[in-house]
């Protein structure tokens, strides 16, 4: 992946790199638990007040997340993305603090608000005890100033280790732009604005490269860091990333924030993975409006399998992050929340799970929180106290685990492309062996009625098992199944065989007689929680959360 002839930097470091890095074959079979640090856990759990409008730190910290690391993996997470770890711009700006790590001012150092370099340790120490992978936000694309260079901010010395104008490209704002598609402009433009500038750096710069290269190298390197999710790919210029790649020696996951497949596809071949955006605004428009059409999201995702590097194998998929509405905030009905949406919400949440790629969750998505836009998105988990028999905590649990089981099921599982069948208007079957997702949009007080007819994916005659209630399923003599909708839930059905007897999913059901697999974590799903999840609306009508 190397863009032209190797500098003698990026030589050392290739000769440095670690010889069992974490790679993409090994991220895949992971499922990731994104947190912001600063929200999750403050480190001696103590209920710090936490405006999510006055946008300034409320005390989360690298030891909260690890006093907390039994949460996120007995959800069946065995990965953690956290936020950016360097130092950044302190005090009070125009768009508050920088609580969330986005804002570097100092490369080189760590962000104080979050702990010491032994807490960061500490934590990927803790992680790889119970065989999870560490992902670290990273931003190399820009820093931030407290305002325009001018008498209140100059270059010389503010910045490490970019310490003159040199380092960087001449004021322009990306936003001010008259053209969008401008691509040079997107590359070499600043983002922010003249009350938050964020100069951009100057990555056609020799010297800039080398501190960059040399600086990603040492923080993998530190912190024992598996892989990395990099912000802003999109503006820098795309033959920088295959140095950086193999100057990380990690896994590489990029953040190209574009609903268009043709555009996004272009940084399939310059990193691992990058995040599948243009699926995500398909997969919000068909789901959380029962006007949605899953024909678009059909479409967009096969073309995607098509011109993508992999296909969305190299993908992560998500229904939230730091960047976007939470699901709830996006209904268009809100008195409507508690019923038509809950279950348009199970159906999204699901979609992850059963995907070429690596599903992710936001925290806070398992709690029911329902935060809009920036900042109000970024709430701090402890007010929920970590609750285990939330609904969708159960329902993130069964996904979990149900993958695990497909993945264990069958050597195929993530190589074999999911397939999009019976596509209708509000329902859409989603094929990918051992598995076999059911999606419809109509809610659950929809007047509408939905079956799914799916033909021949199963054996003739096999018993299969909704995982998500443990309902019993039969396949007809040529292996298709005729499936009613109960209440505009999501059904995913699996073969009693491809469960293992005793273990985490319907295990009275289940007929599977291979060996438990020693690096999953155990977290039996009891029939209380499925009925927790699955009769929700029924139990708990009176409450959203």
């Known amino acids: 992946m190397l863009a032209g002839p190797v500098t003698p930097v990026l030589g050392a470091l290739l000769l440095a790199a670690p010889i069992f890095a974490a790679n993409a074959s090994g991220w895949s079979s992971r499922s990731i638990y994104q947190l912001i640090t600063d929200r999750f856990a403050t480190p001696n759990d103590t209920a710090m007040p936490c405006d999510t409008s006055a946008r300034k730190y409320c005390g989360g910290s690298w030891r909260g997340i690890m006093n907390h690391l039994d949460y996120i993996q007995g959800m069946g997470f065995d990965a953690v993305w956290i936020s950016p770890i360097s130092a950044n711009l302190e005090g009070a700006t125009s768009e508050g603090e920088a609580f969330h790590g986005y804002w570097t001012k100092d490369l080189d150092s760590l962000n104080p608000h979050f702990g010491t370099a032994e807490d960061l340790r500490a934590l990927s120490t803790a992680l790889h005890k119970r065989g999870m992978y560490l992902m670290l936000d990273v931003v190399v694309n820009h820093m931030a100033a407290p305002a325009l260079p001018g008498p209140n901010f100059t270059f010389t010395g503010f910045f490490h280790p970019f310490t003159d104008e040199s380092s960087f490209h001449k004021q322009c704002f990306v936003a001010e732009s008259p053209d969008p598609s401008n691509q040079t402009a997107v590359e070499q433009c600043w983002l922010g604005d003249s009350n938050l500038p964020l100069p951009d750096l100057n990555t056609e710069d020799s010297t800039v490269v080398e501190k960059l290269l040399s ?22 210029r795309k033959d920088f990333w295959p140095d950086f790649v193999n100057a990380a020696g990690v896994f590489t996951l990029g953040e190209v924030l574009i609903n268009d497949t043709s555009y996004a596809a272009q940084y399939t071949e310059v990193l691992d993975a ?6 995500y605004f398909q997969v919000t428009n068909a789901f959380l409006d029962n006007h949605g059409r899953f024909s678009s999201l059909a479409s967009v995702m096969t073309r995607a399998q098509q011109i993508y590097k992999h296909g969305l194998f190299r993908t992560a998929s998500f229904v939230e992050n730091h960047d976007q509405p939470r699901l709830a905030s996006l209904s268009k009905d809100p008195g409507a929340r508690l019923s038509r949406h809950f279950w348009l919400i199970h159906n999204a949440m699901t979609f992850p799970f059963v995907h070429d790629g690596i599903p992710i969750v936001y925290y806070g998505q398992e709690q029911g929180y329902q935060g809009g836009v920036d900042p109000y998105n970024r709430e701090a988990l402890w007010f929920a106290a970590y609750q285990q028999e939330k609904p969708l905590v159960q329902h993130i649990k069964l996904m979990n685990a149900a993958r695990k089981e497909a993945i264990e099921y069958s050597p195929d599982f993530l190589t074999t492309p999911m397939k999009f069948l019976a596509v209708e208007d509000h329902s859409m079957a989603v094929s990918k062996p051992p598995m076999l997702a059911l999606y419809t949009n109509i809610g659950s007080e929809s007047p509408r009625s939905i079956t799914w007819h799916v033909d021949a994916v199963f054996s003739p005659s096999e018993l299969l098992v909704d995982v998500l209630t443990c309902t019993k399923v039969l396949a007809d003599a040529q292996g298709g199944v005729t499936v009613p909708c109960a209440y505009g839930m999501p059904q995913v059905l699996m073969p009693a065989a491809s469960l293992r007897q005793g273990g985490m999913v319907c295990p009275s059901i289940a007929t599977g007689m291979r060996a438990k697999s020693a690096g999953l974590p155990r977290m039996r799903i009891t029939w209380a929680a499925i009925m927790a999840s699955s009769l929700f609306l029924v139990l708990y009508r009176s409450r959203w959360m």
């Open 215 to 236: 600086w990603i190298h040492k923080t993998v390197q530190d912190y024992d860091v598996d892989g990395l999710r990099i912000d802003t790919v999109k503006h820098i």
């Open 274 to 279: 990058i995040l599948d955006y243009p699926s």
